[in-house]
């Protein structure tokens, strides 16, 4: 999704297109990993920051994951169907759609849980780290 088609998706929801969301979107846009809200601000008026987050997050554009300990992060919710954080290095990685419904009806069957991994990650050791 383009920074053109996000800013459609706000105006459709009957919201204003200011430039301190605009910044938010594009901070997320152009992040491979959830941001902190502080990270997003960069600089700019944290509570405003937060409000937009909130807002966008509202609208179903923007979702906030667990990544681990500390605040909690932002991302573009197209990029977090799920997540899996490395508890040695702390990257975190998006789980591909495909890998995704593996390891969702891996779980199911093994246990009964519809499990999902945006809100909070799988968490272990990524393979650079094994
Ligand atoms: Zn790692």
């Known amino acids: ?9 706000v105006r459709a929801h009957g919201m204003r297109v200011s430039s301190a969301r605009r910044n938010v979107l594009d901070a997320l846009l152009n992040a491979d990993q959830p941001l902190t809200a ?16 909130d807002a966008l997050e ?6 906030h994951v667990h990544l681990g300990h500390g605040p909690g992060r932002y991302a573009l919710a197209m990029r ?7 508890e040695t290095c702390g990257r975190s990685t998006a789980l591909e759609p495909d890998a995704l ?5 891996a779980v ?5 849980f519809d499990a999902s991994f945006g809100h909070f990650p799988i968490v272990g050791r990524c393979p650079e780290c094994i």
């Open 108 to 112: 199911k069957e093994a246990s009964g």
């Open 80 to 86: 977090s169907g799920g997540w899996a954080t490395c």
């Open 1 to 9: 999704m383009t920074a053109a088609a996000l800013l459609n998706t």
């Open 58 to 63: 509202t609208i179903g554009i923007v979702r």
């Open 38 to 53: 502080e990270e997003i601000a960069a600089g700019a008026d944290i509570a405003s920051t937060y409000r937009n987050l």
């Open 101 to 105: 419904s593996r390891i969702r009806a």
